[in-house]
């Protein structure tokens, strides 16, 4: 175990803290269930935070749930916007998370050959 | 499986964020002294009743089950990665006061993961739930690291 990797750790939860207030355009939520852990979810998420800070994208809220549904997709991301459409990405790696950042946060435009699912909000 | 013991340490974590805790505690134990890794998740979440206990150590059951969309296999999997590196397991729990799963393991032993992308782990853990307060409490022979969610929230 590396002390000096922990200590990184409060610089970045600091800035995870501060990334999950309310408020924001877009809300992501990444599946931390059993089978998203084993699929890489882990990875997928702290890659987006780095993207995210890398871009400098300021109105995007990064959280984490448990089971999204549809295992066999794992890892699964969910991009939802305020107010609006909400879009299931499955199968997402290292290099479909960086797209989802660079594309859909970003630029507004959905990634749709990682897209499984899209419902419009109910409000 | 997991490849990494922070990968267990995040899948336990996240049933005490579905038991409703308030608190969530990580403490890891590294003595190369006594060649022994302990890891322990506790937390103040509801808790389960010996019954539940029983069933939830059995393989594959799980309390979301019915809605078919778990796997149940989470504690099943700690379980057998202490076992096979000379560890003991154990689940504690009580009802209305929170559960407590601890994992031993010999630190030497070659089947034994590594502990891995630790930051990683805590920092999906803070990034689930506002309300959960995450502790992390990292002791080896000589050095000590202490993580607790809540200073941040305050400085921020």
Known sequence: MNLEQLKQLKEKAQKQISLREGGKKY?????????????????????MLDEIEKQSIGSVEV?????????????????????????????VNLEGARKIVSQHLQKGK??????????KDKE | MFEELSQHILDIAMNSLS??????????????????????????????????????LA?????????RKAIGLGLAFLRQTSEMC????QVRSVPGRGTSVTASMRLSHIDRPPLGDLNATILALCSADKKTDV??????DGEKFVFDSRDLAKKG
């Not at chain 1, 809300?27 to 890659?47: I, L």
């Not at chain 1, 549809?70 to 890892?75: Q, S």
């Not at chain 1, 959905?110 to 419902?119: D, I, P, S």
């Not at chain 2, 038991?19 to 808790?47: F, M, P, W, Y």
């Open chain 1, 63 to 91: 959280c984490v749930t448990g089971e999204i549904g549809m295992v066999d997709a794992e890892p699964m991301v969910r991009v939802e916007e305020t107010g609006g459409e909400k879009t299931v990405y499955g199968k």
């Open chain 1, 110 to 119: 959905k990634v749709q050959e990682l897209a499984v699912g899209q419902t």
């Open chain 2, 59 to 67: 393989n594959r059951w799980s309390s979301k089950s019915k809605r």
């Open chain 2, 135 to 140: 502790q992390l409490n990292y002791r080896s």
């Open chain 1, 27 to 47: 809300r992501v939520v990444v599946g931390m269930s059993t089978s998203g852990v084993a699929a890489g979810a882990r990875e997928v998420m702290t890659t």
């Open chain 2, 19 to 56: 038991a409703n805790a308030t608190k969530v505690q990580i403490s890891i134990l590294e003595s190369r002294r006594h060649d022994r890794l302990v890891l322990r998740v506790r937390d103040d979440g509801c808790g389960m009743d010996a019954a539940m206990l029983k069933r939830v």
């Open chain 2, 86 to 89: 000379d560890g003991r397991f």
